[in-house]
């Protein structure tokens, strides 16, 4: 099992600029978390999906944020235009049977906005 | 107030020793208590899983939950330089999905 895959690792943009985090949750889970980490925060859910629905999104900062699931094996969250407040570390999750199992997280893509 | 509190730390012990990390919760509806391991540029690992009071024990690591006092902790036994890490606990309700994390405690395990 691959576990849960996310793209970019890194991604160092300038202020203004669109930025799309990608994910592939684990295949046959049907749950997926978008999670926002910063020293300050912590860690820190953003949306929620179940079956490619979203479910929960009241942890989206503002509309700059927005995040999709065409599909059970794809997930984006997209930030436009970014800031550099936006600057943090991004995870993907994803959980089988709506989310009340085990939460496998990724590797997170660090975000530096300048 | 937020609804998950945590030491952050940092928290360093020598090898051997016995170590306590703790949540204070304010949430009453929580009903389900987690505590995930996070390694340096790494995502969290779930370590333990409780539902409701009680405790759990899974080797060095054994978890308590006092729903009465809205209080949760894990022990490390025997701890060891690999234990070296981000502990967060994380609780949720009945209802979906949803994790509230604490902050996280960093640990340091010295040889």
């Known amino acids: 099992d691959a576990g849960v895959i996310q793209s970019p690792r890194h991604e160092v943009t300038e202020m203004g600029q669109e930025v799309t985090l990608r994910c592939k949750p684990i295949s046959g889970h049907n749950s997926l978390f978008w999670y926002r980490q910063t020293m300050m925060r912590g860690l820190e859910l953003l949306i929620y999906f179940n079956n490619n629905v979203p479910i929960d999104d009241s942890g989206m900062p503002e509309d700059r944020f927005s995040a999709k699931m065409p599909n059970a094996s794809f997930s984006t969250l997209k930030i436009q235009p970014s800031e550099p407040r936006d600057s943090a570390v991004y995870f993907c999750?994803?959980?089988?049977?709506?989310?009340?199992?085990?939460?496998?997280f990724g590797p997170g893509t660090r975000l530096t906005v300048t | 107030q937020k609804e998950v509190e945590q030491d952050p730390g940092p928290l360093s012990v020598p090898e051997g020793a016995i170590v306590s990390l703790n949540c204070t919760y304010s949430n009453s509806a929580f009903q389900y208590f987690m505590w995930y391991r996070q390694y340096s540029r790494k995502g969290p690992e779930l370590l333990m899983y409780?539902?409701?009071?009680g405790n759990k024990e899974d080797g060095r690591f054994t978890a308590q939950v006092d729903k009465s006092s809205k209080y949760i902790s894990l022990f490390i036994r025997d701890s060891q330089p690999s234990d070296s890490a981000t502990y967060l606990c994380?609780?949720?309700?009945?209802?979906?999905?949803?994790?509230?994390f604490g902050q996280g405690t960093e640990l340091s395990v010295k040889p």
């Open positions: 409780t539902y409701s009071s």
């Open positions: 999750a994803s959980s089988a049977s709506g989310g009340f199992h085990e939460q496998y």
């Open positions: 994380a609780m949720r309700g009945n209802q979906g999905g949803k994790l509230i």
